[in-house]
C-alpha cells in the first residue's frame, strides 16, 4: 500500500473495495474472517483480502467521512 495511502487511513475509516464496492468498516470487522469489530483497516492481517471479490488490500480505497 503506498505510503500517502496510508497515512489517510485512522483507526475509524472505512475503506472501499474499487473493484466490487465492498465496504471495510473498523466498526463492524469481518466476520467471514473472523476479525473482531474494531480492527483498523492497517491493523488487518497481511493475508486479507475483500471478502466477496478477493482483491488485495491496496485496491482498497478510503472512504471520506466518518
Ligand atoms: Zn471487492
Redesign the pocket.
Known amino acids: 500500500m503506498p505510503a500517502a495511502t496510508t497515512l489517510r487511513i485512522g483507526e475509524h475509516t472505512r475503506l472501499e473495495?474499487r473493484?466490487?464496492w465492498?465496504v471495510y468498516d473498523p466498526a463492524e470487522g469481518d466476520e467471514f474472517e473472523q476479525i473482531p469489530p474494531g480492527t483498523a483497516f492497517t491493523d488487518l492481517p497481511d493475508h486479507w483480502r475483500?471478502p466477496?471479490?478477493d482483491?488485495e488490500q491496496d485496491?482498497f480505497l478510503p472512504l471520506d467521512g466518518t
Do not use: D, G
Request: aromatic share 12%; proline share 0%; glycine share 0%.
Open positions: 473495495c473493484i466490487c465492498y475483500c466477496q471479490c482483491a485496491k
